[in-house]
């Protein structure tokens, strides 16, 4: 059975870190490209991260570009978020997702979406 589960989210104040996990059961980590997603109240959602499933390459939206990495352990069949400086606009119920393995992370092909995990909540305040 295919599944993706999200932990690690939380509080932080701003400035801090925190790493998102998203372990996969049912598929090795080159089947698929894992995406990160967040939805925040009122907004629409947004593609984060991506590291594709061919060759582990990595893309970023402009708004984490130098702040958020991604990258995936194959042993634990998990990819990780690290997410550093966090600001008051990164706040939302985070998503990891899983695409096919090439097309996927170009531009976040949300409708190619496979699977998707639960949501962690990341929340930033002081």
């Known amino acids: 059975q295919v599944k993706l589960v999200e932990s690690g989210g939380g509080l932080v104040q701003p400035g801090r870190s925190l790493r998102l996990s998203c372990a996969v059961f049912?598929?090795?980590?080159?089947?698929?490209?894992i995406g990160w997603f967040r939805h925040a109240p009122g907004k629409e959602r947004e593609g984060v991260s991506c590291?594709?499933?061919?060759?582990?390459?990595?893309h970023y939206a402009d708004s984490v570009k130098g702040r958020f990495t991604i990258s995936r352990d194959f042993a634990s069949k998990t990819v990780y978020l690290q997410m550093n400086s966090l600001e008051v606009e990164d706040p939302a119920v985070y998503y990891c997702?899983?695409?096919?393995?090439?097309?996927?992370?170009?531009?976040?092909?949300?409708?190619?979406?496979?699977?998707w995990g639960q949501g962690t909540q990341v929340t930033v305040s002081s």
């Open positions: 997702a899983a695409g096919p393995p090439v097309d996927y992370c170009s531009n976040f092909n949300v409708p190619t979406t496979r699977h």
């Open positions: 049912g598929f090795t980590l080159d089947y698929y490209a």
């Open positions: 590291i594709s499933g061919s060759d582990g390459s990595t």
